[in-house]
């Protein structure tokens, strides 16, 4: 009895841990995104010319309709440039 009660317990938690695929992940990632109202990204970037390496810091901020701001600093001399859009337009 104690066997069919442990098999039954395993079948219960088997069936309850779905398994997602990296297609349906992506999916629900993208249409939360498109919900949003506003997000940041932070990150790295790293740029290769010849056999130099830059490397840089990312910040991104977006609001909806199209408003961001990406803030690119280099790591090295730590010289920043930046992306903006507004109602005013795109400047760099």
């Known amino acids: 009895m104690k066997k069919y009660l ?3 317990f395993c079948l219960g938690i088997l069936t309850a841990c779905k398994v997602q ?5 992506i999916d629900n990632f993208a249409n ?5 109202k506003s997000y ?4 790295t970037m790293e740029i290769q ?3 130099v390496i830059y490397e840089y810091d990312i910040n991104v901020t977006y609001l909806k309709d199209n408003y961001y701001n990406v803030e690119m600093t ?3 001399n730590n010289q ?4 903006l859009r507004n109602d005013d337009g795109l400047y760099v």
């Open 49 to 51: 010319n010849d056999e």
């Open 80 to 83: 920043m440039q930046v992306i």
């Open 74 to 76: 280099n790591k090295s």
């Open 32 to 36: 939360t995104v498109k919900k949003s």
């Open 40 to 43: 940041r990204l932070l990150g």
């Open 21 to 25: 695929n990296n297609t349906s992940i």
């Open 6 to 8: 442990i098999l039954l």
